[in-house]
Structures are given as C-alpha cells and as structure tokens.
C-alpha cells in the first residue's frame, strides 16, 4: 500500500493557494500535475490495498493453509482505513472547492 505523502501534499496545496493569489514562481511548479499525481497515486494505493485484503479473505475462506486468520484482519482493516482516510481527504477537497466557487471576485 502506498502512503500519502503529507509534506508532498502541503507544498501542492501551499502552490495551488499560491497560484490563487497570483504569484506567478508557484505557477510553474502547479502546472506539473503534481497534485494530481499524488491523488492518483492514493487511489491507486487504496485500490490495491483493497484488492489484497480481498484475495486474503478469499484464500482463507477457500481454506488456504498460508492465509493466517490473523493477516486476513490486518489486511483487511489497513483496506478499511485507507478506505475511510481516502473518503475524508475527498470530502475536504469538496468542503474546498465549494468555498472557492462561493468567494466573491
């Protein structure tokens, strides 16, 4: 499973709010599809981690003797979590961008 970078996401959005307030040195660095990079890459994460929790679940219930009972739940709760986190981030960025459309220009 692949980790949000943080730092990473706080200097897109620092750019991104940048490049909101005109400032052109942010712009190109923006321009680069940074972010959405980083978004693609945390789908793409939370997806695969989903996708192994699931053959996890379906060894075990199959009666795999190497599916531990034990590696089935850790997976499938870092699947739930990521999960959940994923949804949080994307309500944020929703919460965001409706503020931004309600500004005043």
């Known amino acids: 499973m692949n980790d949000i970078d943080v ?12 490049l909101a307030r005109g400032e052109t040195a942010a712009a190109s660095q923006a321009a680069e599809g940074g ?7 945390s789908i793409d994460g939370v997806n695969e981690a989903q996708q192994s929790a ?7 219930e199959s009666g795999d003797k190497q599916a531990d009972l034990a590696e089935v739940m850790v997976a499938l709760q870092k699947a739930s979590i990521s999960f959940q986190a994923m949804t949080q981030v994307r309500n944020k960025l ?3 961008y409706q503020d931004v459309m309600n500004m005043q220009v």
């Open 54 to 60: 699931s053959k996890l679940t379906q060894a075990f």
């Open 35 to 41: 972010f959405a990079d980083l978004l693609k890459r």
């Open 94 to 96: 929703v919460s965001a």
């Open 7 to 18: 730092s990473q996401l706080l200097n897109q959005l620092r750019s991104t709010a940048a």
